[in-house]
């Protein structure tokens, strides 16, 4: 722990046991993992040709991927002595993914050593190995954060279908509602932009063409053989699509449209984390407080919606990382620049802010408890929201000028239930629509805002 608290960015400081869900999938080491089993299956996939002369048999490809997938620590620390030191008789790289190849020598028979890497530039790696990263990241770990803050609003939405609240449209009191409905309305839109995330996510697309995109080198060497259908067999049997027409760099479209997607489902938490604070502010929501914990160095009375606070600033923070980053690693000058490469180190950044954000929405969540006895107050000392109702019926019932008689009582004026009821009896209508509107309430005007709340379960 005291490590933390030198920690340069509170992402591995402070929220650090927040953000440790995505060591595995964001880290340089995990980086390291992914591309040293882009190198395995690629030299693996190159003894299945039978133009390549190298056989690998069933052990020595057990063995080859033994590297990847009991990649350890220790492991993740000779690579880097590869890159900056030099290991063993290997000189320092300077250079990542070289580094990587070296490593997988040291691993390996000699008779393997000239096929590592075979044809290859570090961005077919590159390319691979965050993409297999950024979808395990999204469908692991973000992903499921999501869908349980979807289940939190939904829970509390069938709980409060019937708890009666009144709406503010501009602010100002308007039609009734019920709480619950509220929170449907953003069940629904995370489930939405969830069932997007998740379409996204899969579809990620590789490519393995070279250092222009031409598979130049592949084809010198053996002309015979049809790359673009190798690369393709390769790329889908790592679990992503296939991009065939590229450059040196796979276009990052479809990170782009990952990166919007997050960015949009990191908005309706936002516009939930503010509703939220409105909502404790107003008093419609309590929240259950820790003893130990204090709201404020000076006040001891106050508990904060700090939860809410916290989430709104790390979603805003992840928002403005992932319109960059979808801004950035779109755009290339001619077949390839390297800028992109230190830009994608950052995109585990973006991510932990978006953990960090759905998290802390979610403490927030299950804390707050709606205040019914404020709610209900709020709703008699605004009897003016019926008016909508009361115009509606007269309306019904032939009334012309109903808005206008109804905006003469209710609009800039403190109007009181006796003062519909008075309305009522100077018209001319059957005692039937008379009962009928004097049956009005604000608390029971809230339409079908309880069916609306309790259809979020479907």
């Not at 015979?224 to 690369?231: C, Q, T």
């Not at 390297?338 to 403490?363: E, M, P, Q, W």
Request: charged fraction near 25%; include cysteine.
């Amino acid at each position: 722990m005291t490590d933390q608290l030198y920690a340069v960015s509170p992402l591995d400081g402070r929220y650090a046991s927040r953000t440790a869900p995505l060591s595995p999938y964001v880290s340089e080491a995990a980086l390291m993992r992914a591309r040293l089993k882009v190198e395995v299956e690629y030299v693996i996939k190159l003894a299945e040709l039978s133009e390549i002369p190298v056989e690998i048999s069933n052990d020595e490809q057990a063995a080859l991927r033994e590297t990847y997938e009991t990649f350890s620590e220790e492991d993740a620390k000779v690579i880097k002595q590869l890159e900056t030191d030099g290991y063993g008789e290997y000189p320092a790289t300077n250079h990542d993914v070289k580094a990587i190849e070296y490593y997988l020598q040291l691993q390996s028979n000699e008779e393997i050593h000239p096929w590592i890497h075979f044809g290859l530039t570090s961005e077919d790696v590159n390319n691979l190995a965050y993409r297999l990263l950024i979808k395990d990241a999204v469908q692991e770990v973000l992903l499921p954060e999501l869908s349980t803050r979807r289940e939190q609003l939904t829970e509390l939405a069938t709980k409060y279908s019937d708890t009666s609240m009144l709406a503010r449209t501009h602010g100002q009191p308007a039609t009734p509602t019920a709480f619950g409905k509220e929170m449907a309305v953003y069940a629904d839109r995370l489930e939405k932009v969830i069932t997007e995330v998740a379409n996204t996510a899969e579809g990620l697309a590789g490519k393995l063409g070279g250092a222009s995109g031409t598979y130049a080198a592949h084809d010198v060497a053996y002309e015979e053989i049809d790359w673009p259908v190798v690369a393709e067999e390769f790329v889908t049997e790592l679990g992503l699509e296939f991009r065939g027409l590229t450059t040196q760099v796979n276009p990052c479209d479809d990170l782009a449209e990952l990166f919007d997607g997050l960015r949009r489902a990191n908005t309706v938490l936002i516009d939930l984390d503010r509703d939220m604070w409105l909502y404790i502010s107003d008093k419609y929501l309590g929240q259950e407080a820790a003893k130990s914990e204090a709201g404020s160095s000076t006040m001891p009375h106050k508990v904060n919606p700090i939860d809410f606070e916290n989430s709104e600033g790390n979603l805003s923070k992840a928002n403005s990382d992932l319109t960059f980053l979808a801004d950035y690693i779109t755009t290339s000058r001619l077949q390839r620049d390297l800028s992109d490469s230190t830009v994608k180190r950052n995109i585990g950044t973006a991510f932990a802010h978006c953990l960090i954000g759905y998290s802390k929405a979610g403490d927030g969540l299950s804390k707050v408890v709606p205040n019914e006895v404020i709610m209900s107050k709020d709703l008699k000392e605004n009897p003016a929201v019926i008016g909508e109702a009361v115009q509606t019926i007269l309306r019904r019932e032939g009334h012309d000028d109903a808005y206008e008689q109804v905006k003469e009582l209710t609009r800039g004026e403190d109007v009181t239930i006796e003062d519909f009821h008075e309305l009522f009896a100077e018209l001319d209508l059957p005692d039937g629509i008379v009962e009928e509107l004097q049956a009005l309430t604000p608390a029971s005007y809230t339409g079908v805002a309880d069916t609306l709340a309790e259809s979020v379960e479907d």
